[in-house]
């Protein structure tokens, strides 16, 4: 903060002082007496204490106006907040604290105290109270702390009074309930559905467990959405301390434990072994969700719950922003590392959805992508993958140990401003520091980007702009039948890039509806049918989209005018929308002009083949992809932790939470939920162990998913343990002189001039040796220069496509403790491997897991997959060969032999390189 804000705020704390914040300052006799202006107010004491101003309408110069806008523009306190708007000191204003939490004093002393007034987590659990002859309910407290708590909202409290349906829906939704990570991780581990009704509900996957007991009366069987289920129940813990569970129970020491997993690799229900890694989702992954506050302990991760998680953002650094003179603005003093009974601000005390102009004419931006980013950095990082930067945990890349090739330069996000503030002087963002985010790197030495950031996060657009009203509360909001409890996220988003774009065959759907200023409009619509108010057809005949984060206004290009030359020009920057290139890879090969070039080649093609009929855009448009190849969580006994679910006191925590590698080179593909080709990548996949109350350390467990896939040693040779469809946000429309492009014909093709310049009888008995799990003649010098240094396969290497298809590459085999085996890795540090390199005890005979071979030549998957299509009933021609064809999951039989068999496949012998260049005779067809 800076030196005159400071001095700013402490003269406006005095001022407002002045009209009485302390004693009996509000309203009484006393007050009247010394100040006659009181006698004229007809504001509540909150008002008075925290604006300075006389009447409920915000005039003074304290506190913000919460929720400036039209309709309900002068809320008073305590229709949120609760709490007494006639006392006459602070202290009866406001609902006191369960003793159990306490005052600061009382955080300060009690570690229970200070983890559920930061977190909320467990507040709704504490019984009713008494203080001074009144009774008070455990939500009373929690919705003076937070009134847009769902627990609150719920009960038709603050929010909930004027936004029921928003309620309604964003209470089932993925984000309120965390029900796809949570039960997608017990999935994992083969064990079954703790919802008798719902067990072999799509595929098996229906959900389970959530944060708190759901149900959903309007469920019908048969009837609701794919993914949907009448009820949830809430995550089991079985540490508590008051159960005692754990503690000196013999059952839970390391060496019992293996007697919990069944022969068949699936976790057996209710034995210690399930019960602890139960936990350890939990305590790793139970506290990304809106129904509390998450950890809200570190710079970039300060939240709130429920509502006001992203309607009312905290500041990065916790601090507050506010013109509130009763705030501490310089709290927490640390935002790295905070301490009881430090807690962290809200940046402003005012909501924000959209971009928009108040009636005051002050401009509010919308929700920025920081309130996304403190969950949404978890898992596929997605949000840090968005601005173009990588998350490398280990800074394998800063110690030069990156697998299975050093990039030729790269940059830290040091002097990333994004991250690290120089005001603040953070350390950290989401705990982790600058080595361990990388803005650039350049694994080919070409000069450019291989992780670029997003073309739409460089064109100003946010989160906000594409997930909007229908992807983060979940069903349609007002229509209470829409609202159903899902399994998968991939079941609650409804925006497609086609829902803005359209298609090589026609452009983005509209209908006549209303924009965001309320005035009639020709607006697109997301899968569901939901318009897009901020998009919107003006006179021009072109659709512009007008930012939900800056209210800046865009043109939206439409695919049907990159592939068939209309004449259209980008009226922003006069250039044409017309590509031949575009056309070439997106049109149809039927000699018509009106469906573009399509990817025509000499040697002939499928008379009218499109690549859009089941290609995903992010398949090629997506110019990177974040990869955890074998990750290592460790549990461990200790007392004096806190559940995520239920705030009490448990025996347990996550003592390491390990990548092996992290690459963001490798990709694959396969068949996503909605039966197109998409990206592909590990997800669950997770090598468990835990260490007891005597040092002991278990064993590592590898787990078979609730159908038996995943790691059955009586199923398939060296599993890969976990794959799923993921959706990179690393869209980019070409490559250019600074930044790696899309993924060009070559990425995913076999060529002529790569079968030719590797050898196709070389190709061909790598092949067999893969498809046998032959390890011993692998060429790994080869493999790494091949595969570790070649983004978006600028060798052209044939090697790189049978990766990509699925079928593996060799360089991720790992023994059965998760230890890499590979003669190419020398870091001593590797997880898993106890301190020896893999490259000293390297041994074709010790692996058991093959992990990037997610399919087998017969279109049979070799790992666990729990996304079912989202048809009821589905099943999937491109998953030929599947043991579950109506799951998502790898390509099938017929693509991995179109795709890399040179004998019997397509070689292309007309193609556009990984650098947008034309090769073969693909001039023929493009123009030269």
Same mark, same amino acid.
């Given at each position: 903060?800076?030196?005159?804000?400071?001095?700013?705020?402490?003269?406006?704390?005095?001022?407002?002082?002045? #009209?009485?914040?302390?004693?009996?300052?509000?309203?009484?006799?006393?007050?009247?007496?010394?100040?006659?202006?009181?006698?004229?107010?007809?504001?509540?004491?909150?008002?008075?204490?925290?604006?300075?101003?006389?009447?409920?309408?915000?005039?003074?110069?304290?506190?913000?106006?919460?929720?400036?806008?039209?309709?309900?523009?002068?809320?008073?306190?305590?229709?949120?907040?609760?709490?007494?708007?006639?006392?006459?000191?602070?202290?009866?204003?406001?609902?006191?604290?369960?003793?159990?939490?306490?005052?600061?004093?009382?955080?300060?002393?009690?570690?229970?105290?200070?983890?559920?007034?930061?977190?909320?987590?467990?507040?709704?659990?504490?019984?009713?109270?008494?203080?001074?002859?009144?009774?008070?309910? %455990?939500?009373?407290?929690?919705?003076?702390?937070?009134?847009?708590?769902?627990?609150?909202?719920?009960?038709?409290?603050?929010?909930?009074?004027?936004?029921?349906?928003?309620?309604?829906?964003?209470?089932?939704?993925?984000?309120?309930?965390?029900?796809? @990570?949570?039960?997608?991780?017990?999935?994992?581990?083969?064990?079954?559905?703790?919802?008798?009704?719902?067990?072999?509900?799509?595929?098996?996957?229906?959900?389970?467990?959530?944060?708190?007991?759901?149900?959903?009366?309007?469920?019908?069987?048969?009837?609701?959405?794919?993914?949907?289920?009448? !009820?949830?129940?809430?995550?089991?813990?079985?540490?508590?301390?008051?159960?005692?569970?754990?503690?000196?129970?013999?059952?839970?020491?390391?060496?019992?434990?293996?007697?919990?997993?069944?022969?068949?690799?699936?976790?057996?229900?209710?034995?210690?072994?399930?019960?602890?890694?139960?936990?350890?989702?939990?305590? +790793?992954?139970?506290?990304?969700?809106?129904?509390?506050?998450?950890?809200?302990?570190?710079?970039?991760?300060?939240?709130?719950?429920?509502?006001?998680?992203?309607?009312?953002?905290?500041?990065?650094?916790?601090?507050?922003?506010?013109?509130?003179?009763?705030?501490?603005?310089?709290?927490?003093?640390?935002?790295?590392?905070?301490?009881?009974?430090?807690?962290?601000?809200? !940046?402003?005390?005012?909501?924000?959805?959209?971009?928009?102009?108040?009636?005051?004419?002050?401009?509010?931006?919308?929700?920025?992508?920081?309130?996304?980013?403190?969950?949404?950095?978890?898992?596929?990082?997605?949000?840090?993958?968005?601005?173009?930067?990588?998350?490398?945990?280990?800074?394998?890349?800063?110690?030069?140990?990156? *697998?299975?090739?050093?990039?030729?330069?790269?940059?830290? +996000?040091?002097?990333?401003?994004?991250?690290?503030?120089?005001?603040?002087?953070?350390?950290?963002?989401?705990?982790?520091?600058?080595?361990?985010?990388? &803005?650039?790197?350049?694994?080919?030495?070409?000069?450019?980007?291989?992780?670029?950031?997003?073309?739409?996060?460089?064109?100003?657009?946010?989160?906000?702009?594409?997930?909007?009203?229908?992807?983060?509360?979940?069903?349609?909001?007002?229509?209470?039948?829409?609202?159903?409890?899902?399994?998968?996220?991939?079941?609650?988003?409804?925006?497609?890039?086609?829902?803005?774009?359209?298609?090589?065959?026609?452009?983005?759907? #509209?209908?006549?509806? +209303?924009?965001?200023?309320?005035?009639?409009?020709?607006?697109?619509?997301?899968?569901?049918?939901?318009?897009?108010?901020?998009?919107?057809?003006?006179?021009?005949?072109?659709?512009?989209?007008?930012?939900?984060?800056?209210?800046?206004?865009?043109?939206?290009?439409?695919?049907?005018?990159?592939?068939?030359?209309?004449?259209?020009?980008?009226?922003? #920057?006069?250039?044409?929308?017309?590509?031949?290139?575009?056309?070439?890879?997106?049109?149809?090969?039927?000699?018509?002009?009106? #469906?573009?070039?399509?990817?025509?080649?000499?040697?002939?093609?499928?008379?009218?083949?499109?690549?859009?009929?089941?290609?995903?855009?992010?398949?090629?448009?997506?110019?990177?992809?974040?990869?955890?190849?074998?990750?290592?969580?460790?549990?461990?006994?200790?007392?004096?932790?806190?559940?995520?679910?239920?705030?009490?006191?448990?025996?347990?925590?996550?003592?390491?939470?390990?990548?092996?590698?992290?690459?963001?080179?490798?990709?694959?593909?396969? @068949?996503?939920?909605?039966?197109?080709?998409?990206?592909?990548?590990?997800?669950?996949?997770?090598?468990?162990?835990?260490?007891?109350?005597?040092?002991?350390?278990?064993?590592?467990?590898?787990?078979?998913?609730?159908?038996?896939?995943?790691?059955?040693?009586?199923?398939?040779?060296?599993?890969?343990?976990?794959?799923?469809?993921?959706?990179?946000?690393?869209?980019?429309?070409?490559?250019? *002189?600074?930044?790696?492009?899309?993924?060009?014909?070559? %990425?995913?093709?076999?060529?002529?001039?790569?079968?030719?310049?590797?050898?196709?009888?070389?190709? @061909?008995? *790598?092949?067999?040796?893969?498809?046998?799990?032959?390890?011993?003649?692998?060429?790994?010098? &080869?493999?790494?220069?091949?595969?570790? !240094?070649?983004?978006?396969?600028?060798?052209?290497?044939?090697?790189?496509?049978?990766?990509?298809?699925?079928?593996?590459?060799?360089?991720?085999?790992?023994?059965?403790?998760?230890?890499?085996?590979?003669?190419?890795?020398?870091?001593?540090?590797?997880?898993?491997?106890?301190?020896?390199?893999?490259?000293?005890?390297?041994?074709?005979?010790?692996?058991?897991?093959?992990?990037?071979?997610?399919?087998?030549?017969?279109?049979?998957?070799?790992?666990?997959?729990?996304?079912?299509?989202?048809?009821?009933?589905?099943?999937?021609?491109?998953?030929?060969?599947?043991?579950?064809?109506?799951?998502?999951?790898?390509?099938?039989?017929?693509?991995?032999?179109?795709?890399?068999?040179?004998?019997?496949?397509?070689?292309?012998?007309?193609?556009?390189?990984?650098?947008?260049?034309?090769?073969?005779?693909?001039?023929?067809?493009?123009?030269?």
């Amino acid at each position: 903060m800076t030196r005159s804000l400071g001095n700013a705020l402490i003269a406006l704390t005095a001022a407002l002082l002045v #009209t009485g914040c302390s004693g009996s300052f509000l309203g009484g006799s006393s007050d009247s007496d010394s100040d006659p202006s009181l006698a004229f107010s007809t504001s509540e004491s909150c008002m008075r204490c925290h604006n300075g101003a006389l009447h409920d309408d915000y005039g003074g110069g304290g506190l913000e106006n919460p929720h400036p806008f039209p309709g309900a523009g002068t809320l008073t306190c305590t229709q949120c907040h609760g709490g007494n708007p006639a006392a006459d000191t602070p202290e009866g204003a406001h609902v006191p604290p369960h003793p159990a939490i306490g005052d600061r004093e009382n955080q300060r002393k009690s570690r229970f105290a200070y983890f559920n007034r930061l977190t909320l987590t467990g507040l709704d659990k504490l019984p009713d109270y008494e203080i001074d002859g009144q009774i008070y309910t %455990a939500l009373d407290y929690l919705q003076f702390v937070n009134p847009g708590d769902l627990r609150v909202v719920n009960d038709n409290r603050s929010c909930g009074q004027c936004h029921q349906s928003h309620v309604d829906c964003v209470s089932k939704s993925p984000l309120a309930t965390s029900a796809g @990570i949570l039960s997608g991780a017990l999935f994992a581990v083969g064990l079954p559905s703790g919802v008798v009704e719902s067990q072999d509900l799509y595929e098996d996957t229906a959900v389970d467990k959530a944060f708190r007991r759901l149900t959903d009366d309007r469920y019908i069987e048969g009837q609701s959405p794919v993914g949907s289920v009448g !009820r949830l129940l809430e995550f089991a813990v079985y540490a508590g301390r008051d159960e005692d569970l754990i503690d000196d129970n013999p059952d839970y020491f390391a060496n019992a434990l293996p007697v919990g997993q069944a022969a068949d690799g699936r976790a057996i229900l209710n034995s210690p072994l399930a019960n602890l890694y139960h936990e350890q989702v939990a305590f +790793t992954c139970g506290n990304c969700h809106l129904g509390s506050a998450g950890a809200n302990d570190r710079y970039g991760d300060f939240r709130s719950s429920g509502c006001t998680s992203c309607h009312m953002p905290y500041a990065l650094d916790g601090r507050s922003r506010s013109t509130d003179p009763n705030i501490n603005k310089l709290e927490p003093e640390d935002p790295d590392d905070i301490d009881a009974p430090e807690r962290p601000h809200v !940046r402003r005390h005012q909501i924000v959805s959209i971009a928009k102009t108040l009636a005051t004419g002050e401009e509010v931006k919308g929700m920025d992508d920081y309130t996304c980013a403190g969950c949404h950095q978890g898992s596929n990082r997605t949000v840090m993958q968005y601005w173009g930067i990588r998350l490398d945990q280990n800074q394998d890349v800063r110690r030069g140990r990156q *697998y299975p090739a050093n990039p030729a330069s790269f940059l830290t +996000t040091r002097d990333d401003t994004r991250l690290f503030d120089p005001e603040v002087e953070n350390r950290t963002f989401n705990g982790r520091n600058e080595n361990q985010y990388l &803005l650039m790197e350049d694994y080919d030495g070409d000069g450019r980007d291989d992780t670029p950031a997003d073309v739409h996060y460089e064109a100003g657009l946010g989160c906000i702009d594409c997930h909007g009203s229908h992807d983060l509360h979940g069903g349609r909001v007002g229509d209470p039948d829409g609202a159903s409890i899902l399994s998968r996220m991939g079941q609650a988003v409804a925006i497609r890039c086609e829902s803005c774009h359209g298609s090589a065959a026609a452009f983005a759907v #509209t209908k006549i509806d +209303t924009n965001t200023a309320g005035q009639p409009a020709e607006v697109p619509v997301d899968a569901e049918g939901n318009a897009l108010r901020h998009i919107a057809r003006e006179s021009d005949g072109n659709l512009y989209l007008t930012s939900r984060l800056t209210g800046k206004r865009h043109f939206v290009k439409q695919v049907r005018d990159v592939v068939v030359d209309s004449g259209r020009i980008n009226p922003i #920057t006069q250039d044409p929308v017309y590509s031949a290139k575009g056309s070439y890879a997106m049109g149809r090969v039927d000699g018509d002009a009106q #469906t573009g070039i399509g990817p025509a080649q000499t040697g002939g093609v499928t008379a009218g083949f499109s690549h859009m009929d089941n290609l995903s855009c992010a398949s090629c448009h997506a110019s990177w992809t974040n990869n955890c190849i074998g990750c290592h969580l460790v549990g461990e006994f200790d007392r004096g932790n806190f559940s995520n679910i239920t705030g009490e006191e448990i025996d347990f925590r996550e003592k390491i939470a390990d990548f092996v590698y992290q690459s963001p080179v490798f990709f694959q593909l396969g @068949i996503d939920s909605g039966n197109k080709v998409a990206p592909m990548a590990g997800n669950t996949a997770m090598f468990f162990s835990y260490e007891d109350q005597n040092n002991a350390l278990s064993k590592v467990f590898a787990f078979s998913d609730r159908r038996g896939q995943g790691n059955d040693p009586n199923a398939a040779a060296h599993p890969a343990l976990s794959h799923n469809a993921m959706m990179p946000h690393s869209i980019r429309g070409k490559v250019d *002189y600074r930044n790696e492009g899309p993924r060009y014909c070559n %990425a995913c093709h076999l060529t002529r001039k790569g079968l030719n310049e590797f050898g196709e009888a070389n190709y @061909i008995a *790598y092949r067999d040796a893969m498809a046998t799990n032959d390890f011993t003649g692998l060429d790994y010098e &080869l493999l790494t220069e091949h595969l570790g !240094r070649n983004p978006n396969n600028q060798l052209d290497s044939p090697l790189w496509v049978h990766s990509v298809v699925g079928l593996g590459s060799g360089l991720f085999q790992f023994d059965e403790n998760g230890c890499p085996n590979n003669p190419v890795d020398d870091n001593p540090d590797r997880a898993g491997c106890n301190g020896t390199p893999p490259s000293q005890v390297y041994d074709p005979g010790r692996t058991v897991f093959n992990l990037d071979k997610i399919v087998d030549l017969s279109g049979r998957s070799m790992g666990s997959s729990n996304h079912p299509f989202r048809a009821p009933g589905q099943t999937s021609d491109l998953r030929d060969g599947a043991s579950f064809p109506g799951m998502s999951g790898p390509l099938g039989a017929t693509l991995i032999q179109r795709l890399s068999d040179p004998q019997t496949g397509i070689v292309l012998d007309s193609w556009l390189d990984a650098d947008g260049n034309n090769r073969g005779n693909a001039g023929d067809f493009v123009g030269r």
